[in-house]
């Protein structure tokens, strides 16, 4: 059974960096076509997908928030790691760690979800 | 323009049947890729109850089932059950963002 478990603060200054840490179990990122992200949700609002890195490193980021992001693998440690720089109000959000179901690095759907962070960015 | 519009929101009777809409364009769902249904109740995760336009996971009941023609996906729930009071959303990929997109959700009522 897959399980993705995010952790990180719960409160974040403006400016700050926000980093958050996906440990998850019951896959491995070395598989062909395995593939981790995340997704935030703002309160009231629908999903928004940030980023994927996939079985063989290739990494996809939403354009919008493209120059702010990095995710990371650590596939012996079973980790993906996220960093969202220059954090503001706006990034307030449950932010989720995901499993993608597909068999590229393009197309499919995310069929596990962690139960989700939720940070808030206030001074 | 990389958008994917569902109605704000939908009800219906318990036993009566609902559709939720979701439209895209040519850069997703006209590019081919998968229309995907995610439910979400209050204070938990989404939860994908359909994936590839028709595919139900397992333990999703047949009362849920998709459709799809040219750039517009439908979730169709009938038997309406008070337990299906959820928010949905639809899901694909745009070759424009080369990335995902969410629809920005259809609150079910159950009267």
């Known amino acids: 059974q897959i399980t993705l478990k995010e952790s990180g603060p719960t409160l974040v200054e403006p400016t700050q960096t926000l980093t958050l840490t996906c440990l998850f179990s019951?896959?491995?990122?070395?598989?062909?076509?395995?593939?981790v992200g995340w997704i935030r949700q703002p309160p009231g609002e629908a999903p928004e997908w940030l980023a994927v890195i996939f079985w063989n490193d290739i990494k996809r980021y939403s354009p919008s928030l493209k120059s702010r992001l990095t995710i990371t693998k650590d596939t012996s440690r079973y980790q993906v790691v996220l960093t969202l720089t220059n954090m503001g109000p706006a990034d307030t959000a449950t932010y989720y760690c995901v499993h993608r179901l597909g068999d590229s690095s393009t197309g499919g759907h995310f069929d596990f979800w962690g139960q989700g962070s939720l940070v808030t960015v206030s001074s | 323009q990389s958008v994917v519009t569902q109605p704000p929101a939908v009800s219906g009777a318990p036993g009566q049947t609902v559709i939720i809409s979701c439209t895209g364009s040519?850069?997703?769902?006209?590019?081919?890729?998968?229309v995907h249904w995610y439910q979400q109740l209050p204070g938990t995760a989404p939860k994908i109850v359909l994936y590839g336009d028709i595919n139900r996971p397992s333990g999703i009941p047949d009362r849920f089932s998709g459709s799809r023609s040219g750039t517009s996906a439908s979730l169709v729930i009938t038997g309406l059950q008070a337990e299906d009071e959820a928010d949905y959303y639809c899901q694909t990929y745009d070759i424009r963002l080369s990335g995902w997109l969410f629809g920005g959700g259809t609150r079910l009522t159950v009267l």
């Open positions: 019951g896959f491995s990122l070395t598989t062909s076509g395995a593939g």
């Open positions: 040519s850069s997703n769902f006209g590019a081919r890729y998968g």
